[in-house]
Nanobody, 122 residues
Framework: QVQLVESGGGLVQAGGSLRLACAASGRPASGYVMGWFRQAPGKEREFVAGILRSGSSQSYTDSVKGRFTITRDNAKNTVYLQMNSLTPVDTAVYYC???????????????WGQGTQVTVSS
C-alpha cells in the first residue's frame, strides 16, 4: 500500500501563508484521489480539499475557498496544499489522505499520513 508523510506545518501569524506537502511512497501517487483533512482539539476531523488522480479537478470546503489551493505533481509523488490568508480558525493538525473517490468523508479514504501541526496566532 501507499505510505504518506506530511510536511510544511508550523507557526504563522494571522494573514500569513504556509504550503503543506504530502509525499507518497510504496505506490505511485497517480493511482489515488488525494485529500487534505484537518482536526482541531476536541473537534471532528473535517475535509479541507481534494484532487483527482490527474489533478484536473479539485474540491474545497466552503471555509477555505479562495484561500487554499490543492495541487499535485505525480512525477514527484507529491500533493501540496497552499494556504493563504490564514486565521486562527485554521489551527489544526492537517492530514493527507489517499482514496478511490473525491469525497468529503474521512472514513471513505484508505490511507493516511501522520499529520502536521498548523498553528495560526492572532
Amino acid at each position: 500500500q501507499v505510505q504518506l508523510v506530511e510536511s510544511g506545518g508550523g507557526l504563522v501569524q494571522a494573514g500569513g501563508s504556509l504550503r503543506l506537502a504530502c509525499a507518497a511512497s510504496g505506490r505511485p501517487a497517480s493511482g489515488y484521489v488525494m485529500g487534505w483533512f484537518r482536526q482541531a482539539p476536541g473537534k471532528e476531523r473535517e475535509f479541507v480539499a481534494g484532487i483527482l488522480r490527474s489533478g484536473s479537478s479539485q474540491s474545497y470546503t466552503d471555509s477555505v475557498k479562495g484561500r487554499f489551493t490543492i495541487t499535485r505533481d505525480n512525477a514527484k509523488n507529491t500533493v501540496y496544499l497552499q494556504m493563504n490568508s490564514l486565521t486562527p480558525v485554521d489551527t489544526a493538525v492537517y492530514y493527507c489522505a489517499a482514496g478511490r473517490l473525491l469525497v468529503a468523508v474521512a472514513r471513505l479514504y484508505d490511507h493516511w499520513g501522520q499529520g502536521t501541526q498548523v498553528t495560526v496566532s492572532s
